[in-house]
C-alpha cells in the first residue's frame, strides 16, 4: 500500500540554451520534481497565463528579454511566484539586483547539483509556509468577523440592543468609550447588520491626519488641485455612497474642517478640492471618539452645532472593568483566536489565572486583553494558562492586598464583598453623607426610612436614636 503523495512541484525551467536546461531537467525530473522548458521569457509569461508552475528557474542574460525585465513581468503577472536567478559569475550584481526585485535567491553558473537542490526545496518550503498563513489568517478574519462581537454582560448587550436598533435605521450614530472598548467593532457591527451591508464601510481616522490632508482625503481632489494632487481622487465621502462612512477619532478634527464637515452633513452636498462641480453622496454616519465632546464642547474646541449633527444616537460603550463578568467569555474567545492563529493548543486559563483577570483594571480594556491573551497563548509551555505565565502587573493584583482604589463593585466581583456586605458599606456611606440623619439617609438610598431602619439593624449598625 502507498499513501498518497502530493503532487511533485512543478519547476519551469527558464533557459535559452537548450543543452543546459535538458541537463537540469534530467536532474530535478530524477529528484521527483515535473519540469517544463521555456527557451525565451515571452514563451514562458504566454504559457503561464492560465496555469503558472510552482517554482520559476530562469537563467538571467537571454535574447529576447534580460533577466531582470523577464522578472518585472513575473511580478505583474504572478505576485508571489518564487523565482531563482542563474547566473554567470561576472553577472553577480545583476543578481543581487534582482534580489532587491523580489527574486527568492540566485545560483552561480556552472551549477552545483547540490546547491540546486537545497536551494529549490529551502524556496518551496519557505513560499508554502507563506501561502499557509496568508490563508489562515484570511480565514481567520473571515471567521472573528462576523460572530466577533463577544459578551454577555448586561451593560454590553445593551449596546448591542442600541446596535441593531441604529441599524434598522439611517440615523447617525456617535460610538462614545475608552480606548479599545470596541468602538471600530460596533461601527463594523451597525454597518454590517444595516440594510446598506452590501455597500462600502468607508473608514477615515480623523487623528491619523494633518488637517489640510484630512480635508483632500475626505472631499477629495481634482488633477492639479494643490501642489503634489498629481492626479484626480476621488474623496471619501463619495467613495462611501451606498454605505457607511465611518469617522474615527472624531474629536481630533480640526475646526476649519469641523465646519466644513457641517455643511456636508447638512446638504448631503460637497466639492472635490479644486472643482465647482456640486457632488452628492449618500451615506450613513457613524462616528467614534474617546473624548468627552461634551466637555470639548464648552471648552470651545469642538463646534456646537456638529457636535449635535453627530450625537443623534450616542452608544457610550462600558469599560471593560465595569462588565467583568465577561472577561472570562472574552479570554476563552481571544484563545482560541491566539491558538488559531499560532498553531498552539493552549487548553484554557487556570482558575488563579482566570481570578487575576478578573481583578485586573485593563486600563487598555478589550484591547488589553486581547493582547494579553496572545501574548499568553505564544509564551505558554503547558496546556493551560497559569498566573505566573501572567504579566507582573497582573500578578501583583491577585495579591490579597485590597487595592484603595478598588470600589464595592470592584471588590464584589473580585469576590472579597457579597451582596450582603455590599449592602452594609452603602448604608455606611448613606449614613456618612447624611451625617447620621436617617430620613436624609433614606432618601439618598431611595428606601423608605422603616426601610432604613429594618437594615441598620440588621447590620447592627442602628445607634440609639439619634434624631
Ligand atoms: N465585544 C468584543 N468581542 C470581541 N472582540 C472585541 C470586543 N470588543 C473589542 N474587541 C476587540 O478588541 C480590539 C479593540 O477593539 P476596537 O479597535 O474596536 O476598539 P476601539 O474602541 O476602537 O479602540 P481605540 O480607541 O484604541 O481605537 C479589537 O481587536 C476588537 O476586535
Ligand atoms: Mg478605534
Redesign the pocket.
Known amino acids: 500500500m502507498t499513501s498518497a503523495n502530493p503532487p511533485a512541484p512543478r519547476v519551469a525551467i527558464v533557459e535559452d540554451d537548450a543543452g543546459q536546461a535538458r541537463q537540469l531537467g534530467r536532474i530535478l525530473e530524477l529528484e521527483g520534481f515535473s519540469t517544463s522548458h521555456f527557451a525565451s521569457p515571452l514563451a514562458a509569461l504566454g504559457a503561464w497565463l492560465q496555469v503558472p508552475p510552482d517554482l520559476v528557474l530562469s537563467d538571467l542574460n537571454m535574447p529576447d528579454m534580460d533577466g531582470i525585465a523577464f522578472l518585472e513581468k513575473m511580478r505583474e503577472a504572478h505576485p508571489g511566484l518564487p523565482v531563482i536567478m542563474m547566473t554567470a559569475f561576472g553577472s553577480v550584481d545583476t543578481a543581487k539586483q534582482a534580489l532587491k526585485l523580489g527574486a527568492h535567491d540566485y545560483l552561480l553558473k556552472p551549477i552545483d547539483v547540490d546547491e540546486l537542490l537545497v536551494t529549490l526545496r529551502k524556496v518551496l518550503q519557505t513560499h508554502r509556509l507563506q501561502q499557509e498563513n496568508v490563508t489562515l489568517r484570511k480565514q481567520l478574519k473571515t471567521q472573528y468577523q462576523f460572530e466577533?462581537?463577544?459578551?454577555a454582560a448586561p451593560a454590553?448587550r445593551r449596546v448591542m440592543e442600541t446596535v441593531d436598533a441604529v441599524a434598522d435605521s439611517e440615523a447617525t450614530a456617535l460610538i462614545l468609550?475608552e480606548?479599545?472598548?470596541?468602538?471600530?467593532?460596533v461601527a463594523e457591527a451597525i454597518h454590517a447588520r444595516s440594510a446598506r451591508a452590501a455597500g462600502p464601510l468607508i473608514k477615515v481616522h480623523c487623528a491619523a491626519l494633518p488637517e489640510s490632508l484630512l480635508e483632500a482625503e475626505l472631499f477629495g481632489h481634482e488633477k492639479g488641485a494643490f501642489t503634489g494632487a498629481a492626479a484626480l481622487r476621488k474623496g471619501r465621502f463619495e467613495e462611501a455612497d451606498g454605505g457607511t462612512l465611518f469617522l474615527?477619532e472624531v474629536g481630533e478634527i480640526a475646526a476649519p474642517v469641523q465646519v466644513k464637515l457641517l455643511r456636508v452633513l447638512q446638504q448631503k452636498t460637497f466639492e472635490r478640492l479644486g472643482s465647482g462641480t456640486t457632488l452628492r453622496a449618500d451615506f450613513r454616519l457613524v462616528a467614534?471618539t474617546?473624548r468627552d465632546l461634551q466637555a470639548e464642547v464648552k471648552a470651545g474646541h469642538f463646534r456646537e452645532d456638529l457636535y449635535y449633527r453627530l450625537n443623534v444616537i450616542p452608544i457610550p460603550l462600558p469599560p471593560l472593568r465595569e462588565r467583568r463578568e465577561d472577561i472570562a467569555l472574552?479570554a476563552q474567545?481571544f484563545l482560541a483566536k491566539a491558538n488559531a492563529l499560532h498553531r498552539k493548543h493552549v487548553e484554557g486559563l487556570s482558575d488563579a489565572a482566570l481570578d487575576a483577570m478578573k481583578a485586573y483594571g485593563f486600563p487598555g480594556n478589550?484591547?488589553e486583553l486581547?493582547n494579553l491573551v496572545e501574548r499568553c497563548v505564544v509564551l505558554c509551555r503547558g496546556p493551560r494558562i497559569e498566573p505566573g505565565d501572567l504579566p507582573e502587573a497582573l500578578r501583583e493584583v491577585s495579591a490579597p492586598a485590597p487595592d484603595a482604589e478598588a470600589g464595592p463593585l470592584d471588590r464584589l466581583w473580585r469576590g472579597e464583598l457579597n451582596l450582603d456586605a455590599l449592602e452594609r458599606l452603602i448604608i455606611e456611606e448613606a449614613m456618612q453623607r447624611s451625617r447620621g440623619v436617617q430620613t436624609e439617609a433614606a432618601r439618598l438610598l431611595g428606601i423608605s426610612r422603616r426601610t432604613l431602619q429594618y437594615r441598620l439593624e440588621k447590620h447592627g449598625l442602628s445607634k440609639p436614636a439619634d434624631e
Not at 466577533?148 to 459578551?151: D, E, I, L, T
Not at 480606548?179 to 467593532?185: N, Q, R, W, Y
Open positions: 466577533r462581537a463577544v459578551g454590553w468609550g480606548s479599545g472598548t470596541g468602538k471600530e467593532l474615527d467614534a474617546n472574552l474567545h478589550v484591547r486581547e
